[in-house]
């Protein structure tokens, strides 16, 4: 049984397919449109989303199947007390896949250990977010053509923000990409991503507080809200909320053919008047979050049918 529960279940050559796969679908919607006739995708939502829920079932309702699920814990057996690894148990006996976004980091591995069909990682606590970093690869490989020998800036909550973390597992894996990593001291990147990923294999990244220093040397522009809800205390969130708002100006010494991604929500950290540059990817990317969840979904089931 294939999972998604980091990155790291899948190969480079997996992630290409799925790009490919993903693109395919763009250009020939009607070829898909029946693929999972008569399956479901269940989604488990115990924590606040929009995008990611909402692409994931409109990707399963593109696809011809449909849609079960919460998306809220206090509306399911959660708010009973029932744990995670009977949940699992449970929606196993109703749909063929389901998608799983927890507040504690953890909760999908232990919904797959559980499950017998593929469970889809939605983002857990503040550790990963695997489908996101498949819907950003997606966007960097539509805007630049490429996903190697790019110089990737990622900006904000380094420490908290999940996205962050999957997405540099992913892109550390491409020819001659450089990190640069803009937070504030606070809000650094987690040691082990460090060590583990960067370090590890020998990729080349600088740590720095400032944007403006980062910006004339960067193709991709990564920002990231501060993840309120991971704080334990809320003056701390108010000291660090506002670290970087990117405005018009600060775009001056920037690359021409820039690309600004952001996972979304936006708090303040991307001013409003910056969507209407055409460098403003971040809504694009939304929607290739769709199509890749697509692909995914597919991949998925494909396999499970072999398997
Ligand atoms: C992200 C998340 O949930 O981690 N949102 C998303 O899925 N697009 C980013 C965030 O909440 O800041």
Known sequence: MRHLIGIEDLTNEEIDNL??????????????????????????????????RLSF???????????????????????????????????SCF????????????????????????????GDGGHNHPTQTLT????IKREKGRLDNLVVGL?????????????ISAMARYKNVKFVLISPDELKIPDYIKHDVLERNGIEYIETASLEDAMPNIDILYMTRVQRERFFNEQDYIRLKDSYILTPEKLDNAKSDLAILHPLPRVNEISVAIDKDPRAC??????????????????LLEAKNEG
């Open 57 to 91: 079932e409109s990707a399963m309702i593109e696809l011809g199947g449909s849609v079960i699920g919460f998306s809220e814990a206090q509306s399911s057996s959660a708010a009973k007390g029932e744990s995670v690894a009977d949940t699992a148990k449970v929606i």
């Open 136 to 139: 950003d690869l997606l966007t």
């Open 95 to 122: 749909a063929d896949i389901m998608v799983m976004r927890h507040f504690k980091e953890g909760a999908p591995m232990v919904a797959s250990l559980n499950s017998t069909i593929p469970v889809i990682n939605a």
């Open 19 to 52: 790009i490919a796969t993903a693109e395919d679908i763009i250009a020939n919607p009607d070829k898909y449109a029946e693929v999972c006739k008569r399956k479901k995708l269940a989604t488990l939502f115990y924590e606040p989303s929009t995008r990611t």
């Open 282 to 299: 971040y809504f694009r990317q939304v929607l290739n979050g769709k199509y890749i969840r697509m692909a995914l979904i597919k991949f």
């Open 155 to 167: 900006c904000g909550d380094l420490k908290f923000g999940r996205t962050v973390h999957s997405l």
